[in-house]
């Protein structure tokens, strides 16, 4: 049996060389390409995820430890069928017109784009239709909303209400977060789930497939 | 002498506004409006049409500093509240931001409604170290125009009142609703019964409606206060010293950018700088390393002649008690003891999230013994009281001196409020009370007192109809 042990200690140490030299030597040894991926990598990320909701691991850490595996994941993509490239969904990610802060939405981004979504992010500022155009073109099956502004959250029941007036409403679960946004409010607008921080989000995404 | 405590020493400061100029010079800042960018452009900026940004070169920060005041008075509806800038001591400003309420009556979290805010407004208003107040900022029990939360505050404050414009289609407006407050056109601009804040969105973005907004205000010469908000280690650098020069840069350009538009606008020069809780990426505002940029940043005002309002009297604690009386201790001695004349805070718990009325009453107090630690000791000599040390002699008391009977109820000693200071048996039978319970007992009494400066019915009318034609005209 293999020993990956090191892969997921090097992904959460954020050590990208060590990380790509093991998994390149794991598949030069013949180890498939999906094996290394779902059975080490989105797994050591997962403890990533639990450390940094038991405050064991700090943001900055985290953030290292997800672009490691991004770096892995470039190796292996090539590698992957059809089938094994398939990701849990697609997720579209932005901060509500009216609102251009994004450091919430960008650590959003990076943990669900790490748990194995393919994640779009609209950046920040995005109109309710643009949040509709995104949803349609990519086909995504998960839509996540951030404000930081007390002024703006009113915008994240017009996108979703927007939303709906689409037809859109049965094909994707609706996240939102942010400073001001609490789960009564979430209820209240008509979202399907409240996060109030990045590993929160990711984990809430995961539960929605 | 005034107690003084020192942050950056003078050749610190020099450095800060060196490492500001080199950022705005060689790193430039983003503006998202075009007519900023026409102003910065036409004073010889170098601006980027297509990435927005522009790099200021060291000349206009000089001769913005020489146009900007360096006095100003910020008026009050009630005019002996009128506060002037730079002040001999720390003014404060209510934070009335937070979107949650401490019930009063079960003390449990909730949202907070219109009805909190105004008694906010109302306990602070009488608060002895009460300088201005920020606008009701919620949306409940119905969506609240931004209009209507500023003109509905003069109705509950004879304060200052100092907020946001978002859009330059509510400058109109508010200056009418000034108007009827001031009694007329002239008053607005003399009286500057209102002032706003400029959060510029770390590391260096200038919003664009808010920013067109006020480069329309300015010709009624409200003052702004430059309020940067740079987050070490996550909006900003991670270390303090290179957080500092962001927040001065950003607060710089805020004030090249206003100075080209209108030479001699008045301006605040502000700082809300936090640093970053690494277990969840956010914003930390009760922490040392908050109080320490943002008393930099008042002393960097002051290497500029400029009058400063600093964020402090905060805390990151979740309920009234222990961590928030040392947080806010913490955030606000070194502020009083660095001598800026205003600090933002007050009522806050949560990181600003949540507010409460006994917590107003208390920061008040704590306001008060950090204000008699900066009066320092007194070493005039008409308190030199060797005459008394003679008349009594060894082994005597001082207690029936006349100077004593003058000096108990006097500054020389302070006298607190809230602070429990009987004897324990005292305490025990008065059912030992502590400061919150006193300050409850205080709101209520404010509460249930009429207001002392209420406006006047015919201009409360005036203000509706303004806020009712700027609801009708102005889409939220």
Same mark, same amino acid.
């Given at each position: ?110 943990? $669900?784009?790490?748990? %194995?979504?393919? !994640? +779009?992010?609209?950046?920040? #500022?995005?109109?309710?239709? &643009?949040?509709?155009? =995104? ?38 679960? $609706?996240?939102?977060? %942010?400073?001001? !946004? +609490?789960?009564?409010?979430? #209820?209240?607008?008509?979202? &399907?789930?409240?996060? =109030? ?13 | ?476």
């Amino acid at each position: 049996m293999t020993d990956y042990s090191n892969i997921e200690s090097a992904l959460l140490s954020g050590d990208a060389d060590t990380v790509c030299n093991l998994v390149q030597a794991e598949l030069d040894k013949g180890t498939n390409a999906a094996e290394i991926l779902n059975d080490r990598l989105i797994k050591g990320m997962d403890i990533v995820g639990e450390k940094m909701q038991n405050g064991d691991m700090f943001i900055p850490e985290v953030l290292m430890s997800a672009m490691t595996m991004n770096q892995a994941v470039d190796i292996l993509k090539p590698l992957l069928g059809e089938d094994d490239a398939a990701t849990s969904g697609h997720v579209v990610v932005g901060t509500v017109k009216g609102d251009l802060h994004d450091i919430g939405k960008n650590l959003v981004t990076m943990m $669900i784009g790490s748990s %194995g979504f393919e !994640v +779009t992010d609209l950046g920040v #500022d995005v109109a309710p239709e &643009d949040f509709v155009n =995104a949803i349609q073109e990519k086909n995504a099956s998960i839509v996540a909303l951030s404000a930081l502004l007390t002024t703006t959250m009113p915008m994240m029941k017009k996108t979703i209400d927007a939303i709906h007036e689409s037809g859109l409403g049965d094909q994707v679960k $609706i996240l939102v977060g %942010g400073a001001p !946004v +609490t789960q009564a409010f979430a #209820d209240g607008i008509g979202a &399907d789930g409240y996060a =109030a921080d990045a590993g929160s989000a990711a984990k809430l995404v995961k539960s929605f497939v | 002498m005034f107690t003084q405590a020192q942050f950056l020493s003078p050749e610190e400061q020099q450095i800060i506004h060196k490492e500001s100029l080199r950022i705005l010079k060689e790193i430039g800042v983003l503006f998202h409006s075009e007519k900023a960018l026409d102003i910065l452009a036409k004073n010889g900026a170098k601006v980027d049409r297509e990435s927005k940004i522009a790099k200021i070169p060291t000349e206009l920060v000089d001769q913005a500093l020489k146009t900007a005041p360096k006095s100003f008075i910020c008026g009050a509806r009630a005019k002996e509240k009128d506060f002037a800038l730079p002040s001999t001591f720390s003014g404060y400003v209510l934070d009335n931001g937070g979107i949650f309420t401490r019930d009063f009556k079960t003390g449990k979290r909730r949202n907070a409604t219109a009805q909190d805010h105004h008694d906010l407004l109302r306990v602070f208003d009488e608060m002895e170290l009460g300088a201005m107040v920020w606008a009701t900022s919620v949306q409940d029990p119905e969506p609240y125009s931004n209009l209507k939360k500023i003109l509905t505050s003069y109705m509950h404050t004879s304060l200052h009142v100092q907020h946001e414009l978002n859009h330059p289609n509510e400058v109109p407006f508010m200056i009418e609703g000034l108007e009827a407050i001031a009694g007329s056109a002239d008053a607005v601009t003399e009286r500057k019964l209102f002032s706003v804040i400029y959060c510029t969105l770390a590391p260096l973005v200038h919003e664009g409606h808010m920013c067109d907004a006020y480069l329309e205000l300015i010709e009624y010469e409200q003052p702004i206060c430059v309020f940067p908000m740079a987050c070490a280690g996550s909006t900003g650098p991670a270390s303090l010293y290179s957080n500092i020069a962001l927040g001065n840069a950003e607060a710089l350009s805020s004030l090249v950018l206003f100075q080209m538009a209108k030479p001699g606008c008045p301006i605040i020069f502000g700082d809300a700088s936090g640093s970053t809780n690494f277990a969840s990426g956010g914003f930390l505002e009760g922490s040392p390393e908050m109080v320490l940029q943002s008393a930099a940043r008042g002393e960097m005002a002051r290497f500029y002649g400029l009058p400063n309002e600093q964020a402090g009297c905060l805390a990151d604690a979740k309920e009234h008690g222990a961590q928030a009386i040392l947080e806010k201790m913490t955030t606000t001695l070194p502020l009083v003891m660095n001598g800026v004349d205003l600090v933002q805070g007050p009522g806050a718990l949560e990181t600003s999230n949540m507010m409460s009325l006994e917590q107003i009453v208390v920061d008040d107090e704590i306001a008060r013994y950090c204000k008699r630690i900066r009066d320092g000791i007194d070493m005039s000599e008409t308190k030199n009281y060797f005459d008394d040390i003679r008349d009594v002699k060894p082994g005597g008391h001082f207690l029936v001196q006349m100077n004593t009977l003058k000096s108990c109820r006097s500054d020389e000693f302070l006298a607190p409020t809230l602070c429990d200071r009987d004897a324990y048996e005292k305490w025990d039978e008065f059912g030992r009370p502590d400061m919150y319970e006193k300050a409850k007992t205080r709101v209520e009494e404010i509460l249930a007192a009429p207001q002392k400066h209420p406006l006047p019915d015919d201009v409360i009318g005036k203000l509706d109809e303004i806020i009712r034609r700027a609801d009708e005209t102005i889409e939220e």
